[in-house]
């Protein structure tokens, strides 16, 4: 099949220098695919230049309007879409998001097909590209970060200035200066692991739930969390994790128990809005709460961590809750705060590893359906639009459409 991918520059504000396809990617795709060709549009933020697509024989031009297929990252600018192509980015639409109802008005208003990276997925449902891993990455060195500043313990340098990941593990071993703390990592997917590769790298020891439950250590030492550690059914009948992702509502939260032993929170674990909340304003106010520093890396707003009000900035990543008033503080305001980091676009703090990672899975995982027949619907199930119309499975969202755009 032949097929011209274009690679649009990012237009999102703040801008995003996370690119779908890296230079040597690129290469890699073109090697794989005879019928494939690929052209990059000029960006000035991309953390790859344009010198460095040309250098490997890429065309690189500001007009990108003849390609089949544009590709990008985050949400495109309604007035940049380009009508009657072929768009592929995360949307952010598929839960009824507000500030994105005029981007998918607009997606069918010029006949465009979007495909969502977030719906692509392989026959078992399971996602197949993501950035997941580097949001977990950066997200559990921004909460080691957060708790050095926190208590005077050491300075690291900020992700976002280091040139890669390289370059951040030289800051890992200022870590050591650690007190032995306890931290909790939620979740099992891929930011969880993510999360769990820095401590693992740190070298802070990992121990069992029932050892970080009820023995001190003379080390800082975490735990991973799954599920089951910290729900259960209101019934009391045994755990089973299919049903607890199928109707979280019949489950009640038990992390009260790990709140008198953890000091660092670092949340990875995906929630839902009808499961349980982590723990409740009110429990921030019991004598035996000892949170003190949380890495909300899933950064769900009013989420499964109440105290996550608001998300950050990579630019001013923490802010302060004040338990006693339930208000937020500038970050570091006093001790006695939950000191908590909610940046929602972690993985563009190392842009360049966190795009040759998604290149990889591009190629793998998606690009030989999407330059094949489709057999196994992976695109399909993740075109979100086409035609002027929501495709099937996305009807659900008609009522979301109907709704009139504020201003």
Request: proline content about 6%; hydrophobic content about 35%.
């Amino acid at each position: 099949m032949s097929l011209t991918i274009g690679l649009i520059r990012e237009g999102k504000t703040p801008p995003d220098k996370r690119v779908p396809l890296t230079p040597k990617k690129c290469g890699e795709a073109l090697s794989a695919f005879p019928g494939l060709r690929i052209v990059v549009q000029s960006s000035a933020i991309r953390s790859y230049t344009d010198q460095e697509y040309r250098d490997l024989d890429l065309e690189v031009r500001d007009d990108i309007s003849d390609c089949d297929v544009l590709m990008g990252v985050k949400e495109v600018p309604t007035d940049q879409l380009i009508p009657n192509k072929t768009y592929l980015f995360f949307s952010h639409t598929v839960k009824k998001q507000p500030a994105n109802r005029k981007l998918l008005q607009a997606v069918l208003e010029k006949n465009i097909t979007l495909i969502d990276y977030e719906r692509l997925t392989n026959a078992q449902g399971e996602r197949i590209v993501a950035f997941g891993r580097y949001a977990g990455i950066v997200g559990a060195y921004n909460g080691l970060l957060t708790y050095g500043r926190k208590h005077s313990l050491y300075n690291l340098k900020p992700a976002h200035q280091c040139v890669d990941m390289d370059d951040m593990q030289e800051e890992f071993f200022k870590v050591k200066k650690l007190p032995p703390i306890k931290m909790a990592v939620t979740g099992s997917g891929r930011v969880a692991q993510g999360a769990l590769e820095v401590l693992d790298r740190m070298g802070i020891r990992r121990v069992s739930v029932y050892d970080y439950l009820y023995l001190n250590f003379n080390e800082p030492v975490y735990t991973q969390l799954r599920s089951s550690d910290y729900n259960r059914r209101r019934d009391g009948r045994v755990w089973d994790t299919s049903d607890f992702h199928q109707h979280p509502e019949e489950y009640e939260s038990t992390f009260g128990n790990f709140l008198p032993v953890t000091d660092l929170l670092i949340a990875c674990a995906y929630w839902h809005p009808a499961a349980p909340l982590l723990f409740s304003e009110a429990d921030t106010r019991r004598p035996d709460f000892r949170i003190n520093t949380i890495a909300d890396v899933t950064c769900d707003v009013n989420g499964s961590v109440p105290t996550t009000k608001r998300s950050s900035i990579i630019a001013d990543p923490a802010f302060d809750y004040n338990s006693v008033t339930g208000e937020l503080e500038p970050a570091y305001s006093r001790l006695e705060n939950i000191t908590e980091m909610a940046v929602d676009n972690l993985p563009c703090e190392l842009p360049r590893n966190a795009s040759r990672d998604f290149g990889r899975q591009l190629i793998d995982m998606v690009l030989p359906h999407l330059l094949g027949n489709d057999a196994e619907g992976v695109i399909a199930r993740a075109t979100i639009a086409k035609g002027g119309q929501l495709t099937e499975p996305y009807q659900y969202l008609r009522d979301y459409m109907a709704e009139p755009v504020r201003a």
